[in-house]
């Protein structure tokens, strides 16, 4: 279920919206994106012209004229400086958040959400990756080719607005996703390894990119196993 009035607006205004929906590739369940205009039709990150309005995805989701769609997502591009991070497996069997996800998200301190699962955790900032690393187990973060699945539903006790936090971003880098040429800093405690047996609790559709015309809508031909 997603909670528009939880979005930031800083999202709702930017005209990289799409829609998805479930979809089995061999034993596994995954979250393509769909163009909100013509839901039937897949979406791709490197074309602003399968993209759509916050407004516009809304309604191909909320109208229920399109069976199948399951709910909307923002696509990340260079042409900002938003980072977008996926934290999957954030939660103990008692409903608590792991320590490793807590540490994240206190140390970035702004727009965070829970995903469609409802056991994980994705969010946004303004900053830059500080180096060529996206992922590391079950932490994850995207600044463009990628699409989150959005939900507006907020975790309570954190910004309702996108946060500059680029010093802290870093300090998450070194010590979850460090540079494969330094030392990394103790993290607090360690996030789970990816796991392809989980993979059906996937919240992030990762699109591996190709040169436009390498396939018909510039999808990666192959499943990607994100956690």
Not at 131 to 136: F, G, I
Not at 172 to 199: F, I
Request: net charge negative.
């Amino acid at each position: 279920i997603v909670e528009p009035s939880g979005i930031p607006d800083a999202l709702r205004q930017i005209p990289q919206w799409v829609v998805w929906r479930y979809l089995k590739r061999g034993d596994k369940l995954t979250k393509p994106p769909y163009q909100a205009k013509s839901p039937t039709k897949m979406a791709d990150p490197s074309d602003p012209a399968t993209w759509a309005t916050f407004q516009e995805a809304w309604d191909a989701y909320d109208s229920g004229r399109f069976p199948g769609i399951e709910g909307i997502g923002f696509v990340l591009t260079d042409a900002d400086e938003l980072v977008g991070f996926d934290l999957d497996h954030c939660y103990t069997e008692s409903g608590d958040l792991e320590a490793w996800a807590l540490d994240i998200i206190n140390t970035l301190d702004t727009y965070t959400e829970q995903s469609p699962s409802g056991n994980g955790l994705h969010g946004y900032l303004y900053g830059r990756l500080p180096w060529a690393r996206n992922r590391q187990g079950a932490v994850e973060f995207y600044e463009s080719g990628r699409y989150l699945t959005i939900t507006g539903n907020q975790l309570r006790d954190y910004p309702a607005t996108i946060e500059h936090r680029q010093a802290q971003l870093e300090d998450v880098y070194r010590r979850y996703l460090p540079s494969v040429d330094a030392t990394p800093d103790p993290p607090t405690a360690d996030p789970p390894t990816a796991d392809p047996a989980t993979a059906a609790q996937d919240d992030l559709w990762d699109l591996a990119m190709r040169p436009r015309g390498a396939m018909g809508n510039g999808l990666d031909d192959h499943e990607v196993i994100d956690w």
